[in-house]
């Protein structure tokens, strides 16, 4: 039998885990902060559609700059959040899910010699895209209830000089708000990449500014976004950024020719036209997170407060078995190593009962 230890890896590879979230068949799976709600019909109909016309030029690549899907991108983000610019496909990019997104972006801007900031406890990929990049991760250190202000920010920057600062609005697993002052402080205190994954945005309450109304005159901001949380969409796997269209050149330099199939191009784009009906759950979600949020502390536990599709909740004696008791009962939920805490995602209202159900019987 060979190990892993066997192989000639490379030597800051050794010893590391990989990105491990359980994938169980279960009857309630509420781990990995997907949309819950599967995509209406009609919708599912009209991808079809596109998939099928697609599908009959298959022989050929893609486009390798997937344009329409950049204008369909751009024309979202121009409705749902009214930047101070107008974006135009210029200023977008896409790539295999956010998590592709964020790679490319350290292997333009991090890389051997060069280090990337980020603030634990956080989404969990930032620093292993870190060591998959071979740049440096230097862990920053959060206020007190998780919240960055724009003097931590500021001093974390100017005492470790990162290449790159990645924040996390609202941050996983968390569920953390950051404002829109901290995001500008950081840019401020640094010449580097700041970049923040609004993976959640949609769930953010209506009046709260995205990041995105920053980028008129900061080159060095990155927005990413993704299909895959309120949008419904994350088996397709699309991830996208907004930025300074010099940006994409940099990302044109890393990232491999025909990275987005014409299948994926082809979903995407068909999904985007029915933006208004994808996101239609998103007032649902958030009324059960408030639920979960109402609900967990009469059972003991104190949430989090959260902006985003889960919750993050305390007083949980012994985390890995009340994650088994769950689990027994086939509701899937995330055991994310902050002690006393779980996490748990906001689904359909019957999910979120199941759930609510089985943690009240323990
Ligand atoms: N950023 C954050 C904060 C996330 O939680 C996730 C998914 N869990 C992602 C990015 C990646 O999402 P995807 O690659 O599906 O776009």
């Not at 209406?40 to 599908?55: H, M």
């Not at 298959?58 to 899907?69: A, G, I, K, Q, S």
């Not at 751009?74 to 998590?99: H, M």
């Not at 995105?212 to 976004?225: C, M």
Request: hydrophobic share 45%.
């Amino acid at each position: 039998m060979v190990n892993l230890s066997d192989l000639p890896i490379r030597d800051d590879l050794r010893g590391l885990t990989p990105y491990g979230a359980p994938q169980k068949a279960v009857r309630v799976a509420l781990n990995v902060n997907e949309n819950t709600h599967p995509i209406p019909a009609d919708v599912a109909v009209d991808i079809v559609e596109s998939l099928a016309a697609a599908i009959l030029s298959v022989n050929r690549y893609p486009d390798r700059e997937f344009t329409e899907l950049r204008q369909s991108l751009a024309a979202y983000l121009n409705f749902s959040v009214e930047p101070e610019k107008r974006l135009t496909a210029d200023d977008i990019w896409a790539a295999n899910g956010s998590n592709e997104v964020l790679q490319q972006i350290l292997q333009a801007f991090g890389g051997p010699g060069r280090s990337v900031l980020g603030f634990p406890p956080t989404y969990s990929m930032h620093s292993i895209i870190a060591s998959g990049t071979g740049t440096r991760w230097i862990s920053g250190e959060r206020d007190a209830g998780y919240e960055i202000s724009p003097e931590t920010v500021t001093r974390w920057i100017a005492e470790t000089r990162p290449d790159v600062v990645f924040l996390c609005s609202p941050n996983n697993p968390t569920g953390t708000p950051l404002s829109i002052e901290t995001i500008s402080a950081a840019y401020d205190a640094t010449d580097g990449i700041v970049v923040v994954d609004e993976a959640y945005a949609e769930f953010a309450p209506d009046d709260v500014r995205s990041a995105i109304t920053l980028l008129d005159g900061r080159e060095r901001l990155l927005v990413s976004r993704t299909m895959s949380k309120a949008f419904a969409f994350a088996g397709a796997r699309v991830g996208y950024l907004a930025a300074d269209p010099a940006i994409n050149d940099a990302l044109r330099l890393v990232r491999l020719p025909y990275h987005l199939s014409a299948l994926t191009q082809a979903a995407a784009v068909a999904a985007l036209r029915h933006a208004p009906e994808m996101l239609a759950m998103v007032d649902n979600i958030r009324s059960q997170r408030d639920r979960l949020l109402e609900e967990l502390p009469k059972l003991g536990y104190t949430p989090l407060p959260s902006w985003s599709n889960f919750v993050l909740f305390g007083g949980v004696d012994d985390p890995h078995a009340t994650f088994e008791a769950l689990l027994e009962q086939e509701i899937l939920v995330r055991d994310i190593g902050i002690p006393g805490h779980l996490r748990v995602t906001a689904g359909t209202e019957a999910e979120t009962t199941a759930f609510l159900d089985a943690l009240a019987s323990l």
